[in-house]
């Protein structure tokens, strides 16, 4: 089974592939393709917060793509010695839409997607782009939610 791993950048991205790899069978799986896509007319085309590389002037395409892959490079890495295949293919467009047609196009059996990663609030269940993946995707979606926060505890109300 081909799996996709799609990323946007976001800690909770790379936490969606970690928690595949927590429960999936590698003998079952023959290709792992972690996917991003870079949203060339967006404000922001692509937002890396895991791959360590810091701001050079987000201003252009070119440093939009290397955060991408320098993300993907993140990402992939965490399949390193797994057992299946791993690609990392770059894609352009609406992420949402890239994410359908690469599943048709590389037959996948599983797409795993993060919800809520860009959200304006903790209280988005599901991200837009989660949404129309789950919605439209050809083959079953596992959409890892964040984990949720405990609530912090004053000293005040301790006593």
């Given at each position: 089974?081909?799996v996709?791993?799609?990323?946007?950048?976001?800690?909770?991205?790379?936490?969606?592939?970690?928690?595949?790899?927590s429960?999936?069978?590698?003998?079952?799986?023959?290709?792992?393709?972690?996917?991003?896509?870079?949203?060339?007319?967006?404000?922001?085309?692509?937002?890396?917060?895991?791959?360590?590389?810091?701001?050079?002037?987000?201003?252009?395409?070119?440093?939009?793509?290397?955060?991408?892959?320098?993300?993907?490079?993140?990402?992939?890495?965490?399949?390193?010695?797994?057992?299946?295949?791993?690609h990392q293919?770059?894609?352009?467009?609406?992420?949402?839409?890239?994410?359908?047609?690469?599943?048709?196009?590389?037959?996948?059996?599983?797409?795993?997607v993060?919800?809520?990663?860009?959200?304006?609030?903790?209280?988005?269940?599901?991200?837009?782009?989660a949404?129309?993946?789950?919605?439209?995707?050809?083959?079953?979606?596992?959409?890892v939610?964040?984990?949720?926060?405990?609530?912090?505890?004053?000293?005040?109300?301790?006593?």
């Open positions: 089974m081909h996709i791993v799609a990323i946007d950048g976001s800690r909770q991205s790379l936490s969606a592939a970690r928690y595949l790899k429960f999936a069978d590698p003998g079952t799986i023959t290709d792992v393709s972690v996917i991003a896509v870079i949203r060339p007319l967006a404000a922001v085309a692509f937002a890396d917060e895991i791959s360590g590389i810091q701001g050079r002037g987000m201003d252009d395409l070119t440093t939009f793509r290397d955060s991408a892959e320098a993300a993907m490079a993140k990402v992939a890495a965490e399949f390193d010695g797994w057992g299946p295949k791993v293919r770059l894609r352009s467009g609406s992420p949402a839409n890239e994410i359908i047609k690469a599943a048709k196009q590389l037959g996948a059996g599983l797409v795993v993060a919800s809520g990663a860009r959200g304006i609030s903790s209280t988005v269940l599901i991200g837009s782009t949404q129309r993946v789950q919605h439209y995707s050809p083959c079953p979606v596992l959409v939610r964040p984990t949720p926060r405990k609530p912090r505890t004053s000293r005040r109300s301790r006593s």
